[in-house]
């Protein structure tokens, strides 16, 4: 297991994990959609399989948001 | 010298007292012209608050007019407003609000053909729109045309804002390209608590007057994030990203681009 930090909030996960297990297993909406950074930088989405994270990794899921005008 | 009215004066008092604003940063703000894209939920409190500050010129941008169901969050339209062009009772409230200013409007939709066109003559841009090709074509415009512009969105209970200057991360840094046409929901389809607009675009305007004023540290390089249930906030660090395919070292977009337009189902709720 490891300590990894998902959005600001420490989570427990067990290694090895790609960012693409990272983000079924937190369940994010629209996965085919969502940016990540790792440690501040950001990861490929063609990269998101072969990525592995290690104890203390920092991850950020950002996603898409409109609205405003209508 | 800055040759105040006793008038005005009075009406920025409150600015003035500020220490980092002062008379000369009430100057620049008299000085400063910002385009408003969208007189929208997000545009409504930035073009409220902006003629209010004494943003000397203020464009807005706006094809639409006014339907009732905006008046839950579009504060800068009334009732009676329903069925006027947006920018013309944008253009009403900010001038009743304030006479100093001057409001240009601009009575039609953002394309790839008139974008840095109209971009041109500002200093600041706003982006209050809710699509995301508008959102990409801003982006694009601006950073083509070296133009600082303060993003938005809203959805449902949350927000996010970052503030491009030329040199930092922009839009494309965090999202390379547009999500599919109807993959993500905009408010029309999401809906959204009328008062994270406000919330939102209150944060927009507060950045514009410190890129005018030159006070504090903007959004750059930085995306704020807020859901308004639990009312936590997070700045994410953002970093430039290399092979940004607009800003990066080997650019693939670079040419406007009028992406379609189809995260948008407007048919289902206009009444």
């Known amino acids: 297991m490891a300590t990894i930090t998902v959005n600001g909030d420490k989570q427990e996960v067990a290694l090895p994990i790609t960012i693409s ?14 940016s990540v950074q790792v440690n501040e930088e950001f990861v490929d989405r063609e990269d998101f399989d ?16 409109g609205g405003g005008s209508l | 010298m800055f040759d105040f009215t006793e008038e005005e004066l009075n009406r920025y008092s409150r600015h003035i007292l500020l220490k980092d604003v002062g008379v000369e940063g009430q100057e620049k703000i008299r000085e400063a012209k910002v385009l408003v894209i969208g007189a929208g939920g997000l545009g409504a409190p930035v073009a409220m608050y902006l003629a209010a500050a004494g943003v000397g010129t203020i464009g807005i941008v ?11 969050r579009q504060i800068i339209h009334t009732t009676p407003d329903v069925g006027r062009p947006k920018v013309e009772s944008a253009k009403e409230t900010m001038t009743s609000i304030n006479p100093n200013v001057k409001v240009v409007t601009y009575q039609d939709f953002l394309r790839a053909d008139n974008v840095l066109d109209i971009v041109r003559d500002y200093d600041f841009v ?3 729109t809710d699509n995301f090709p508008v959102k990409f074509l801003i982006n694009d415009a601006c950073v083509m045309a070296g133009k600082p512009f303060s993003h938005g969105g809203i959805l449902r209970f949350e927000g996010q804002t970052f503030t491009y200057v030329p040199g930092h991360a922009c839009y494309r840094c965090m999202f390379k ?3 599919p046409a109807n993959a993500v929901p905009t408010c029309s389809q999401a809906g959204v ?14 950045e514009t007057l410190k890129y005018i004023t030159g006070v504090g540290e903007l ?13 936590d906030f997070r700045k994410i660090n953002v970093r430039r990203r290399d092979n940004c395919p607009l800003c990066g070292q080997n650019p693939t977009v670079t040419e406007l681009i009028d992406y379609e337009q189809g995260v948008c189902d407007l048919a289902s709720h206009k009444n």
């Open chain 1, 21 to 34: 297990a990272l983000i079924k297993q937190n369940n994010v909406a629209q996965p085919e959609m969502v």
């Open chain 1, 50 to 65: 072969k990525t592995t994270l290690k104890e203390g990794d920092s991850v950020d899921f950002l996603y898409f948001m």
């Open chain 2, 62 to 72: 706006d094809g639409d007019v006014v339907d009732l169901s905006n008046l839950q």
């Open chain 2, 126 to 128: 706003v982006d209050g």
């Open chain 2, 177 to 179: 390209t547009p999500p």
């Open chain 2, 193 to 206: 608590l009328g008062a994270i607009a406000g919330m939102l675009g209150t944060i927009q305007a507060a």
């Open chain 2, 219 to 231: 959004l750059t390089d930085k995306l704020l994030t807020f859901n308004a249930k639990t009312m």
